[in-house]
């Protein structure tokens, strides 16, 4: 591991001079290959996905894994989206003089060398190395073992590419060595890495936290609500939480706790339950709820569950959503505030004052009005693919794509100027 990190760390001499016409290149190939490899990165995945079943992961995580046509084009179109965005680096962001002389201008440049560590899903290979290669960063990439055989190929085609064009291999690197106890030492590799991102479950994620000595960029866990006000139109508000929990309910962007306002209507919440429940939900819903849908003889009382204070504030990554009422828009906001992971939550609304203190009072890092939690995603977002979601407020903030994989330096030119 330490001669890859060591060729990771003097790649970076290589990354820094290639321009951005050898940049897209490299990316241009890359897409190309995937194009053409599509029914082998396909078998590849297939192997990752047998194992996981003889290992009983949720189908909801199997989801997150899985690769087929269409998501191996979307693979594609993000590398292409990513071409077409401006160079990020040798930005100059402001330049002012020095009152004895020189020039002083503040430059963007890459992070360094980036160390992804993730779990199970096979694109953030792909969107993390073309994300790396256009911002002029050296990555590193470590997958979970759920999947290597998707991962391992993946590397194979990015090599390929980069030995043909006689680039430097090292500055996109993958470790294959799969055992939980390598991250140990490369969470403290800090003589190599510069910034650490890691995307993955909860519990791999607090383990890095408290561990690492490298500087880390925070990828929170999507504990996401939505709140649905008094105002709010049926319909909508229907359409909005099916969406939210049930397009891929294993993402981290997918509505967990649902809220609803006292004095909302109780026909919008039975609508809201029927479409759910049509979806194969398992509904949590507080004991009031319950008893409110009993007082109109709804027919499916008998499909929800009680739920538990420990559903609320919990990612259940499956179908499952838990629900309870809250007081007014107040009320709302501390709670999710209490509750929330800061990644994305949503107010369903057509009271425009409530909808503005939301967005203003709300301490996420994307929040909504009248639209679905599931658009927090770099490629929905333009940003051609994305680095992961980070839910801190130190140096970037939501989907992280090319600008997020900069910071700056201070360039100084002068006559032989010198300090009185």
Known sequence: MIKILKRAKAAKISMAQLTSEQKNEILLNFAEKINKYSDKIIEANKKDIVIARQKNMSEALIDRLALNEKRIQGMIDAIHEIIAQDDPINKVIEQFPIKAGPIVSKVSVPLGVVLIIYESRPNVFVDSAALCIKSSNVSVLRGSSSAIYSNSCLNSIIKETLKELEIDENIVNFIEDTDRKLVDSLVKAREYIDVLIPRGGKGLKQYIYETATIPIIETGDGICHIFVDESAKSDMARDVLVNAKTQRPGTCNSCETVLFHKNLDINTIANITDALLNKNVEIRYQKDIIESLKSINYNNVDKLIEAQDSDFGFEF?????????????????????????KHSESIISENKTNADKFLLLVDSAVVYHNASTRFTDGGEFGFGGEIGISTQMLHARGPMALKELTTYKY???GKGDVRK
Do not use: K, Q
């Not at 990554?317 to 509750?339: E, K, T």
């Open 317 to 341: 990554h499956d179908m499952i959503i838990a629900g309870r009422y809250i007081d007014n828009v107040d009320l709302a906001i501390d709670f999710i505030n209490a509750h929330s992971t």
């Open 411 to 413: 360039n100084v030119r």
